[in-house]
């Protein structure tokens, strides 16, 4: 019997302790200095300047530094990345980009792409804000055909450019909506219109 009382009385002793060293953490609070962070305007530093070195944020291209090799094409499982190859008019010996779309709607971050890029043309950033009315606006386009760029032709004694800072590129194009047009080639089409309703005595006679 006194087992059992102390048992019992031990177990409310206990369920206080652990009630009133939680609540005092929550007490605790009531004194101090808010911590809250005003995003984004009231941050010490930019937010992607806090982000981990690693992270993944919107795909950014170095077009000086591309070779062409649709590595990142191939490597992508969820075909995000759409790239064609031509040769230049004004030089057949020189193959030029006429498209390089990412949709980075589409995109599911896994750095697949990055990987195979022999040059590291191809690279996350930290950029992750890219809020969009429609979501073909988030189809970046990083050639066309009216502005293709060469391929870069990697000499292996030599050593590649070096490239820009990384999210410069795509920093510039969220600011100056460069891909607000209409969706690429490879969006899925549009459903076809209802067929239009028969005339009046038009009516065909049904089958037998």
């Avoid at 969706?183 to 459903?191: A, I, K, M």
């Amino acid at each position: 019997m006194p087992t059992t009382v102390r048992e019992y009385t031990g177990s409310i002793r206990d369920t206080v302790k652990s009630f009133w060293h939680g609540l005092s953490i929550t007490l605790s609070y009531l004194v101090r200095r808010p911590i809250t962070v005003q995003y984004p305007d009231r941050t010490t530093l930019p937010v992607r300047d806090m982000l981990p070195p690693r992270y993944r944020g919107f795909l950014e291209v170095d077009a000086s530094i591309c070779t062409g090799c649709q590595a990142c094409e191939r490597a992508c499982p969820i075909s995000c990345i759409q790239i064609s190859l031509e040769k230049d008019p004004q030089n057949p010996k020189q193959r030029v980009v006429t498209q390089f779309d990412i949709d980075e709607a589409k995109c599911m971050f896994c750095g697949l792409c990055v990987e195979p890029c022999p040059t590291g043309s191809i690279q996350h950033t930290r950029e992750f804000e890219g809020s969009q009315a429609d979501l073909r606006n988030l189809v970046i386009r990083w050639s066309d055909p009216l502005h293709p760029f060469p391929v870069y032709k990697v000499d292996k004694a030599a050593e590649y450019l070096p490239r820009v800072e990384l999210g410069t590129l795509v920093r510039a194009k969220l600011a100056a909506r460069a891909w607000d047009a209409p969706g690429p080639r490879f969006l899925p089409p549009e459903p076809p219109a209802a067929p239009a309703a028969p005339a009046a005595g038009d009516a065909t006679p049904a089958k037998p």
